[in-house]
């Protein structure tokens, strides 16, 4: 009766690993680039191609509204329009990460998503890096919509 729990347990835990962090990711065929319109930045989310974490994918939301802006797996990118002012950006696995980003009309910012280890699934982590850091990566990854 012991090892039954156990095994149900287990089960449980399988289960909740592929429910936890399984955003719907398309992968296009070509990549596609954004320039900031005057009236708005751009945000590109990217996630450099890594071994570990590689099947954890997950959603990114703006907080603000709680809006699903984009989905992030391993090797992909996207972007995103925002309007100036201050964005908070979202991703959840069994943990949440939050971002904060001061958007200026007319310019670009960058944000490197990833997986950490974790309990049960791999956790989100998002950190604003330059746009030295991001430029040699983007072509490197595929453009991804939701």
């Not at 690993?17 to 954004?34: I, K, P």
């Not at 751009?42 to 802006?69: E, L, Q």
Request: proline letters at 4%; one cysteine or more; charged letters at 20%.
């Amino acid at each position: 009766m012991k090892y039954t729990k156990v095994i149900l347990f287990a089960v449980a835990a399988a289960v909740a690993l592929l429910e936890v962090g399984c955003a719907s990711v398309n992968r296009q065929a070509a990549n596609a680039y954004a320039e900031p319109k005057a009236d708005q930045g751009v945000v590109y989310f990217f996630r450099p191609k890594k071994f570990m974490g590689a099947a954890i994918s997950y959603d990114v939301r703006d907080r603000a509204n709680n809006t699903v802006i984009g989905a992030i797996a391993n090797g992909t990118y996207f972007f995103h329009y925002a309007s100036p002012g201050q964005h908070v950006y979202a991703a959840a696995t069994e943990t949440d990460t939050l971002q904060n980003v001061e958007v200026e009309a007319g310019k670009t910012y960058y944000i490197e998503c990833g997986v950490q280890m974790g309990v049960l699934a791999g956790r989100p982590s998002m950190k604003v890096v330059t746009e030295a850091e991001a430029k040699p990566v983007l072509p490197t990854l595929q453009y991804a919509t939701k």
